[in-house]
């Protein structure tokens, strides 16, 4: 099930870097944000900021698995960076791997305004409650 975009928060550590949500399920996550204002000093997107948008749309998605009642919190993340970005808009895309009663894990892919990719992570969430 999408949920309306409206009722998604991506909170206030994602709103600093500019990650707007575009569709949201448990099973799938895209999200946007901007390079600029998310580099390093030599003007490079950021790996951190990368790894950010990562954990943001893959705990969005997390927590809509979990459902009411319950939440979802990331207990690992680790990536590969693959290409730099210097300007534009990076997609995010969150697509879960195993969504379990207490675990859910997803991949995401970071990409480039041309499609290329950039980065892939793997976020693995705790689900709690209920």
Same mark, same amino acid.
């Given at each position: 099930?999408? %949920?309306? +975009?409206? $009722? ?10 500019? %990650? #707007? %949500?575009?569709? =949201?399920?448990? $099973?799938?996550? /895209?999200? !946007? ?5 998310? !580099? $390093? ?7 951190? =900021?990368? +790894?950010?948008?990562?954990? &943001?749309?893959?705990? %969005?998605?997390?927590?809509?698995? #979990? ?7 990331? *207990?690992? *993340? ?16 969150? &697509? ?5 009663? &207490? ?16 980065? &892939? #992570?793997?976020?693995?969430? +705790? /689900?709690?409650?209920?």
């Amino acid at each position: 099930m999408t %949920i309306p +975009l409206d $009722q998604v928060d991506p909170g206030p550590m994602a709103r600093r870097l500019g %990650i #707007a %949500i575009l569709e =949201a399920s448990a $099973q799938r996550v /895209v999200g !946007t944000m901007p390079v600029e204002g998310n !580099t $390093q000093p030599l003007g490079l997107l950021n790996g951190g =900021a990368a +790894l950010a948008m990562a954990e &943001t749309l893959g705990s %969005i998605g997390a927590h809509l698995h #979990a459902g009411p009642g319950r939440s979802a919190v990331g *207990i690992e *993340i680790n990536g590969s960076h693959h290409k730099s970005a210097h300007s534009g808009m990076v997609t995010g895309v969150a &697509t879960a791997v195993s969504l379990g009663r &207490t675990v859910a894990v997803y991949e995401v892919v970071v990409s480039d305004e041309r499609g290329a990719r950039l980065c &892939t #992570a793997r976020l693995t969430c +705790l /689900v709690r409650g209920g």
